[in-house]
């Protein structure tokens, strides 16, 4: 097994441990690429900047769009056998249907400069599979829950139950969450199975409102909510605030609260993930797993 791993990345060495060959490089630069895919069969395409705020926002399109650009283009020319491309659910914005599957028709609006670049950087992918015959398959997680995870829904669950929060925000808002071990789980099976070539995968079942997710957590970490609850208004009116601030400080917004993050989490997503769970032969893991473990790991 071979992973391209960034310079900088403190990952490496763990990679190291656990046997992995590490190659040094970079999504953005093609050639670091197209070497380390070198006599490769399967190619899992994981890289992505996944965040709701940052300084410099070519980022987004370096990694997501170009990035992608480069990593598909590389599996076509040295003719890998197939690529598991990871996408993200937030690409279908707010379809019509509830709860949507592979099939529904997306949203007109993605919510998050995030969302509207992996949404790009999917496009590329389908027009290379029906233009150029690329081996792919794709999957969309809903939103990652479980132990070790920094990014926002493992953030937001630290931040509770560390009491960093205030107040809790958007009661009512449903997300559709998945095991981050499904997750592994998925990518494997989707590049293990015959014949899926062009299929899409949902992966995701738990459709729960932060109401619930809160309670949850509280549940399973003894630790009170905070008593006040942020109205939707303010909780908006404050993240076009706080996004103003951390363009003038080039911070993240205080809390996580940037616009980008409160608009994806106030539309939210329910998802209809079974066809992963029915073709790539598992059963999801409860939320309430999940967060058993990120909240153990964290404690």
Not at 156 to 167: E, G, Q
Not at 235 to 247: P, V
Not at 285 to 298: G, N, S, V
Request: net charge positive; with cysteine.
């Amino acid at each position: 097994m071979f992973c391209l791993v960034r310079k900088t990345n403190p990952a490496k060495e763990k990679l190291k441990t656990m046997g992995v060959n590490v190659i040094e490089g970079d999504v953005r630069d093609r050639s670091s690429v197209l070497h380390g895919m070198q006599d490769c069969y399967w190619v899992i395409h994981l890289a992505g900047l996944y965040s709701f705020r940052e300084p410099d926002n070519w980022l987004y399109r370096e990694v997501n769009i170009e990035g992608t650009r480069n990593v598909m283009e590389c599996a076509l020319e040295t003719k890998v056998s197939k690529v598991v491309h990871v996408s993200s659910v937030v690409v279908f914005g707010k379809p019509k249907d509830v709860p949507f599957t592979e099939e529904s028709e997306k949203g007109a609006v993605r919510f998050s400069r995030y969302a509207k670049t992996k949404y790009e950087g999917d496009q590329i992918v389908w027009n290379l599979y029906k233009n150029r015959g690329l081996p792919v398959v794709v999957v969309y997680p809903c939103s990652v829950c479980g132990a070790g995870d920094p990014k926002p829904s493992g953030q937001y669950v630290s931040d509770l139950i560390h009491k960093r929060l205030p107040a809790t925000v958007l009661a009512d808002a449903p997300l559709t969450y998945v095991h981050v071990n499904d997750v592994a789980k998925s990518i494997i099976k989707a590049a293990e199975i015959p014949d899926n070539i062009g299929e899409k995968y949902l992966l995701g079942k738990n459709s729960v409102t932060f109401r619930e997710v809160n309670k949850m957590i509280s549940e399973i970490s003894g630790i009170p909510l905070p008593k006040l609850h942020m109205p939707d208004f303010l909780t908006i009116t404050s993240s076009y605030i706080l996004t103003g601030i951390s363009r003038l400080t080039r911070k993240k917004p205080l809390l996580g609260l940037s616009v980008d993050q409160i608009k994806t989490m106030k539309n939210g997503f329910i998802v209809d993930g079974s066809k992963a769970e029915k073709e790539l032969g598992f059963n999801y893991l409860p939320l309430r797993t999940a967060l058993e473990e990120k909240i153990k790991a964290d404690g």
